[in-house]
């Protein structure tokens, strides 16, 4: 029996770790700060230590993969050393967040990254940038000017430059990125994957970038997701810098079970739609779900407190919470998965809805379901709820059975995340 059907009978509040972490997330939408990072003084950001960074290789020293063009091939030691460095040294094109480039491209993602890879204009504040800055600095690593200067997180002044809500302190958290896959396209591009790494600094270590290159199985538990990207190397003086056409938050490969898209949108949501892309669903066991994750020990972050026990994990994009029955209902030693977040999977979540898809697509691909008369958790209940709050957010709630999905539109009415959770969590 999982642990859904066992707390029809029990009812409890929702934890208060996932109240914490709900309010947490509103708070930084309403405070115009999608990171952390984004408060207090402007500082110099550098990443805490682990080695001296390696000197990247000029560009006309790209090692060239082992086969032919066009050939997707395992690269060569060099090329491995060659653009881990490139990103050690470059460290603020990454730093504390990497996002997908395209079309769907949050623009809050855009106009933080301009930001980070720019100085405040002379005779300006910290948090000040010239619309010039943002343009320049976009078009010369990506080919793309921003959509709009005004997102969730930044805004117009009068004399027309841009200003964030708040300045970039420091760096919260490391990327590392390890090339594992290198084409010469034959056209002066390449195209490659690498492992992304992602470490939160206060769990840096001394040697960290030496394991990670070395391939050492204790740094895959840092190993959360691939970067899919096309890149051509520019010259830039004595050195160069990486112009992509691609950039491409991908998932690990792996036999996962991700579930087939309901296409009748016609049809109320059904629980058997809401598996995540690993295949885990609302009630499984802890154990069961290590079996399909695949990932090391290390990965998973362990808590308890007097109402219960807890299993927090992030892989691919997907966070899953993992909980026992409360402690003081309950002897069960089993965790249940009560909870997956979707924050950075870019991938069809359920019925072919993504992160990033306009409020006005999304709401056509399922019924709407009054809710007087229906409880929460009833087996046969399905409502939606649809509302508006502090002036730019909106959520769409769609409850099915003992499961509740929320979605939350930002400020343009773009699906900025996705939850998935019991509602007895």
């Known amino acids: 029996m999982t642990a859904v059907k066992k707390w029809n009978s029990i009812k409890n509040k929702k934890s208060k770790v ?16 999608t990171n952390p990072a984004l408060s207090g003084d402007q500082t110099d950001n550098t990443p805490p230590p682990s080695e001296p960074p390696g000197v990247s290789a000029p560009a006309q020293d790209t090692p060239v ?37 395209n079309e769907n491209t949050l623009q809050d993602d855009v106009i933080y ?7 405040p204009a002379e005779g300006t504040s910290a948090n000040i940038r010239t619309q010039k800055q943002v343009d320049d600095v976009l078009m010369k690593y990506f080919g793309i000017k921003p959509k709009r ?10 004399s027309g430059d841009v200003q964030m809500g708040s300045v970039i302190e420091d760096v919260i958290r490391v990327h590392r990125l390890l090339l594992k896959q290198l084409t010469d396209n034959g056209n002066g591009s390449y195209s490659a994957v690498f492992k992304l790494y992602q470490i939160q600094t206060d769990r840096v270590l001394p040697d960290l970038d030496r394991r990670i290159l070395e391939g050492d199985p204790g740094m895959e538990v840092y190993h959360t997701q691939d970067v899919k990207a096309t890149f051509t190397e520019i010259p830039e003086g004595e050195s160069y810098y990486l112009k992509f056409s691609e950039f491409t938050l991908i998932p690990r490969e792996g036999p996962f079970a991700s579930p087939p898209q309901e296409t009748d949108y016609l049809k109320k949501v059904s629980r058997d739609e809401l598996k995540s892309f690993h295949g885990l669903a609302i009630g499984m066991t802890l154990d069961e779900a290590k079996k399909l994750l695949k990932l090391p020990e290390g990965a998973y972050e362990y808590r308890e407190d007097s109402y219960a026990d807890y299993t927090l994990v992030n892989a691919d994009g997907w966070s899953y919470t993992f909980r026992t029955l409360p402690k003081e209902k309950s002897d069960d030693k089993n965790q249940y998965l009560m909870a997956m ?21 999304v709401i056509k691909k399922f019924p709407s379901g009054q809710e007087e008369g229906q409880l929460p958790g009833s087996p046969d209940s399905y409502f939606t709820r649809d509302y508006r709050f502090a002036s730019t957010l909106h959520n769409v709630d769609i409850f099915t059975g003992d499961v509740h999905i929320a979605m939350l539109f930002g400020r343009y009415d773009t699906l900025a995340w996705a939850d998935i959770y019991s509602t007895d969590y």
């Open 341 to 361: 977040n979707i924050r950075d999977y870019l991938d069809v979540i359920f019925r072919d809805i993504k992160l990033g898809d306009a409020y006005e697509d």
């Open 18 to 33: 996932w109240c914490g972490c709900a309010s947490l997330l509103i708070v930084m939408l309403l405070s115009a700060c």
């Open 113 to 119: 990254f301009a930001f980070m890879n720019t100085e």
């Open 65 to 101: 993969s082992n086969g032919t063009e066009h050939e997707a091939t395992q690269p060569t030691a060099p090329a491995v050393q060659k653009y881990y460095n490139y990103f050690v040294d470059h460290h603020t094109l990454v730093d504390n967040r990497v996002f997908t480039i």
């Open 149 to 158: 200067y005004s997102t969730g997180i930044s805004s117009m002044t009068a």
